[in-house]
């Protein structure tokens, strides 16, 4: 025998490095992400009855951490490994999987800004969908509440959104102390105010529309959104092309 072995395609020291470092960050993010989620999960008992994943009518926001927190563990895992142990196959599956999450970013960006109508009506449906789940689930309420608070906002389009929660609705057969009223997020902030009053939002929707204005936000978050993309464009722009431009970069 000749002694002699065949060497696969050696990877860059530098590069070799620099994704190993890159991705193991990557990684704990991802492990951190996963295990919040759990951690949520459990809180909630849902590990304890997966069933009742189900059972919740709004979005779970628990779902946005174990998605994103998956992806960036096998991401991270695949750009480890692979740059450690020069596997070619590894990164080379980290690279398809980047590029097609680039792919769908840039598919995502091309159709948001083609059927920009669409999206305005899904997104309504999808904030008028949780405001019916909004007492189901302590995330989603907390969810709600701060973008309303963030966006100085209630509801899709109005604070009469909140007539679709069978809490806060007119109607004669509510028997809630919240009839006609809002979610304290809602609320205008006193800055003098140390404390927050969680009532501060009863009986909103029964007063004149002027006096209304004084109490609460009366701004709906979707008109409030495409305000604030407005104003912050080129901020939201740099943004995705810096994630654009590193992964292209790697």
């Known amino acids: ?71 960036m563990f096998i991401l991270g ?15 080379k599956f980290f690279s398809v999987f980047l590029g097609i999450i680039f792919f769908l970013e840039l598919t995502a960006g091309v159709l948001a800004f083609v059927f920009k109508d669409w999206i305005k009506d899904q997104l309504y449906f999808f904030i008028n969908n949780n405001i019916r789940a909004y007492r189901d689930d302590i995330d989603l309420q907390n969810l709600i509440d701060f973008t309303q608070e963030y966006w100085q906002c209630c509801g899709a389009f ?3 959104d909140w007539n679709l929660n069978i809490y806060f609705n ?37 007063k004149p529309e002027v006096d209304q204005q004084i109490v609460i936000y009366t701004k709906g978050c979707v008109p409030q959104f495409e305000k604030w993309l407005q104003d912050n464009l080129t901020i939201v722009a740099g943004i995705f092309i810096g994630i654009a431009l590193l992964q292209v970069t790697i």
Request: glycine share 12%; aromatic share 14%; net charge negative.
């Open 1 to 71: 025998m000749s002694g002699k072995h065949y060497k696969g395609p050696e990877v860059s020291c530098c590069i070799k490095y620099f994704i190993f470092g890159f991705n193991v960050i990557f990684w704990f993010l991802g492990i951190a992400f996963l295990g919040i989620g759990l951690w949520a999960w459990n809180e909630k008992g849902v590990l304890s009855n997966i069933s009742s994943i189900t059972d919740l009518g709004g979005f779970d926001p628990v779902w946005l951490f174990l998605v994103v927190g998956g992806v």
């Open 77 to 91: 895992f695949a750009g480890c490994i692979g740059a450690l142990r020069e596997n070619t196959f590894l990164l």
């Open 158 to 160: 109005g604070a009469d």
């Open 170 to 206: 007119c109607t004669d057969s509510n028997a809630s102390r919240e009839r006609c009223g809002v979610p304290f997020s809602c609320c205008t902030k006193d800055p003098a105010e140390d404390v927050i009053n969680t009532q501060c939002g009863y009986d909103a929707r029964q």
